[in-house]
């Protein structure tokens, strides 16, 4: 027996994985999440509101943003569409977004304590899905299991629109890839990511590879519609629900 089309496979709590632990202690900490805007350097969610509205999302439209973090996407595309669902695994997270979606009277905007693998959706199928720098958290297999369950809650033609860090590169080159990386990191922890933030990714976080994740997404039923890349580390994915 199949899902119904919208509704996330439900997985096991006996052998599920903690999705608050894979997060990071910093994402629980309110102290942290202060200064997370600023520490992601402000990123602009403009060009994947853009994104959305290009491959056919239009205003009355039902938007899930999966791992929403301080809600710069989520408050930007409550004043898009008509529905938004941000969806964190972080108490601190969700408190710093919910005080900024009452200054800005952002009604339509929903706030669910889950992660990749415990969201679950209510109503119809969403038409788009935006996740940026949180599916990393998740190893490989959790990937693809999360990727299904994004496709499933997601109605026929839905757009994903992904960024994470993903690397582009074989791992041979992995090297010299990331000390070069690490050479443009950061003086000040506050203002930025340091030499040990990008360190401690590497050891505890679970960046994949292109090459692993492009099948990950045509295996959940998704088509790659346009894809882009910075410095080989940091992919910009928008795919569409295939039917």
């Known amino acids: 027996m199949t899902d119904a089309p919208g509704t996330p496979s ?12 894979h997060a990071g202690p910093e994402h629980l900490d309110p102290a942290f999440v202060a200064g997370f805007d600023r520490k992601q350097g402000y990123p602009d969610p403009a060009p994947d509101v853009a994104a959305l509205r290009r491959h056919g999302v239009g205003e009355d439209a039902a938007v ?9 996407f989520a408050l930007a595309a409550a004043r898009e569409f008509a529905r938004v669902v941000a969806v964190d695994v972080s108490p601190a997270m969700l408190e710093h977004l919910r005080a900024r979606a009452a200054e800005e009277g952002a009604a339509n905007l929903e706030c669910v304590r889950a992660g990749f693998l415990g969201y679950e959706h209510c109503g119809p199928p969403a038409d788009a899905v935006h996740t940026r720098h949180a599916l990393h958290q998740l190893p490989d297999f959790w990937k693809a299991v999360a990727l299904d369950r994004i496709a499933r809650l997601l109605r026929p033609g839905g757009v994903l629109r992904l960024r994470d860090l993903v690397f582009d590169f074989r791992p041979a080159e992995a090297g010299a890839v990331l000390e070069e990386w690490m050479a443009g990191a950061a003086g000040d922890p506050a203002r930025g990511y340091t030499r040990q933030d990008y360190a401690e990714h590497l050891r505890t976080e679970y960046s994949t590879f292109r090459w692993l994740l492009e099948p990950m997404l045509d295996a959940a039923g998704f088509e790659i519609v346009e894809t882009e ?15």
Do not use: N
């Open 10 to 21: 439900t997985i096991p709590g006996s052998w599920t994985i903690d999705e608050s632990a």
């Open 229 to 243: 890349y910075e410095g080989r580390l940091f992919g910009t994915y928008t795919c569409l629900r295939r039917p």
């Open 64 to 72: 899930v943003d999966l791992g929403a973090g301080t809600g710069r």
